[in-house]
C-alpha cells in the first residue's frame, strides 16, 4: 500500500480505534461490538444515540472504506469484520520500542 493511502486511511480516529479493537481481539468483531466502543469511546458511556450514530459512520464509511483496501473483509449481512491485511498500518498504530498502543484520543 502507498505511503499516502495508509495516512489516508490512518487520518480517521474512529477507524485507528477499529482497527485497534481488531488488533487486539484475534482479528474479529461484529459491526455491534465496534459501534459499541466507538460510542463509549466517544461520550464515556454507550448512550443509544451514540451507538446509531457509531453504527452509521461505520457501515457506511470506515468499514467499506478498510475494505476496499484489502485491510478488512466486512459481511454486510451477517455484521461480522475480519482483520485481513494490517501490515502496512500497523506500525503506526503501535508504539514498537514500548510495545504499547499509542493512544488514539488527545
Known amino acids: 500500500m502507498e505511503t499516502h ?15 485497534t479493537e481488531l488488533l487486539e481481539n484475534d482479528g474479529r468483531a ?10 463509549a469511546r466517544r461520550r464515556n458511556r454507550a448512550a ?6 457509531a453504527e452509521l459512520r461505520l457501515v457506511h464509511d ?3 472504506r478498510l475494505a476496499d483496501h484489502g485491510v478488512i473483509e466486512y459481511d454486510r449481512e451477517r455484521g461480522v469484520v475480519v482483520l485481513e491485511d494490517a501490515a ?3 506500525p503506526y498504530l503501535t508504539d514498537p520500542t ?3 498502543t499509542i493512544p488514539l484520543d488527545p
Not at 493511502?5 to 482497527?19: I, P, S, W
Not at 461484529?30 to 460510542?39: N, P, S
Not at 443509544?48 to 450514530?53: A, I, L
Open 5 to 19: 493511502e495508509v495516512f489516508a486511511l490512518l487520518a480517521d480516529t474512529d477507524r485507528q480505534h477499529v482497527l
Open 88 to 90: 502496512d498500518l500497523e
Open 62 to 64: 470506515h468499514l467499506p
Open 30 to 39: 461484529t459491526v455491534g461490538i465496534l459501534a459499541d466502543q466507538l460510542a
Open 48 to 53: 443509544e444515540f451514540d451507538r446509531e450514530r
Open 98 to 100: 514500548r510495545r504499547q
